[in-house]
């Protein structure tokens, strides 16, 4: 059975998550994130079992680092040996994260080539290990599996009817084959045979419908059509933070430039103040036309940020770029304090100019 007490069964319905994004959703955006869109749950990157059990395990366990106001947080796992799961998922429990999730879906070939993520939808037997020893691992934390269709074709009965048959709390399916990738559209009618199949073997797992979703709002009005109990979206965050929000019309499109910049630039900072220099400042540079495409000064602005080598030069080319609030005052470097409690106030701004417009 799944669990009676499990923060599924606290979410709103149908409930909005962010993604597990690997080298996006870390601690840092998941934190600009619930600030500016405040979704209702949010999901890890996906870290390596081995890796956390491991005795160099600092580099994998920074993957799992997070702040109380991330939560609800739930930590995704991969791999393909069920004691390291066990390990992982022992360690997942003694961190505070409220919920478990298995990777079974990941297409990228490194991942398939080991027979993990997707790679696993080949190996039930062994999928359905992996399953008992994360339970036993984290008894107490609702157990989640993110999948796809299947491998070559779809086979939603056969695979998602074995999962189901594990008593998950929740299952969330990205509505492509693993061979697809990300080519085509996904098959939303399959969340609806999921459905189906879910009320007959397991009534109690939540379902979670994924792929190719624009918005919260976009999400909400698909309810209807595909009545799952929550929608997650990926890479349309990444183009656009604020079209997580449930308020419609919310997105960056709609914030002046300076406030897209204050907004990129707390990105940075909280980077910065993570990671300092463990964390290289390439990742942030996939931000750059996040925040600032459709702006008067991208096409000035983007090859500078690109070219840049730290935290320091990123911020001080917004700065230069005549942010009012910043340029000319050295604050945003000099005291880390003062910038923090500034750049909070700059995010709410900017999230709640975008919320009173749609409004
Ligand atoms: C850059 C990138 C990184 C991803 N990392 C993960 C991951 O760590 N774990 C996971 O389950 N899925 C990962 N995914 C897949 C997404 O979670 C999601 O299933 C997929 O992007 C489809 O949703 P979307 O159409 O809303 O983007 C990743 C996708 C992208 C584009």
Redesign the pocket.
Known sequence: MPLAHSVYRTLPRPFIAM??????TDTVFRRVLQRVAAPDLLYT??AWANGLCSPKATRFKDRLRFHPEERPLIA?LWGRDPEAYYGAARYVAELGYDGVDI?M??AVKKILKRGAGAGLIETPELAREIIAAVRSGAPHLPLSV?TRLGTHRPAVAEWCGLLLEQDLDALCL?ARTAAQGYSGS?EWSRLNELLALRDRIAPGTIIIG????KTASEALALDRQFPVDGF?????VVRDPLSLSRTPGSSVARLSETERIALFRRHIELHAEEWGGRRQVGVLKRFVSTYLNGCPRYATLRPLLLRSESHAEMLHVLDAAGNPRAAGSRHATDNPRAARARGGDEIRDAAGASAVEAG
Do not use: T, V, Y
């Open positions: 993604a597990p994004m690997e080298d996006i990157e996906f995704q990777n879906g990941c993110k990205h996904a994924n792929g190719d979703i997650m979206l990926g890479r349309a």
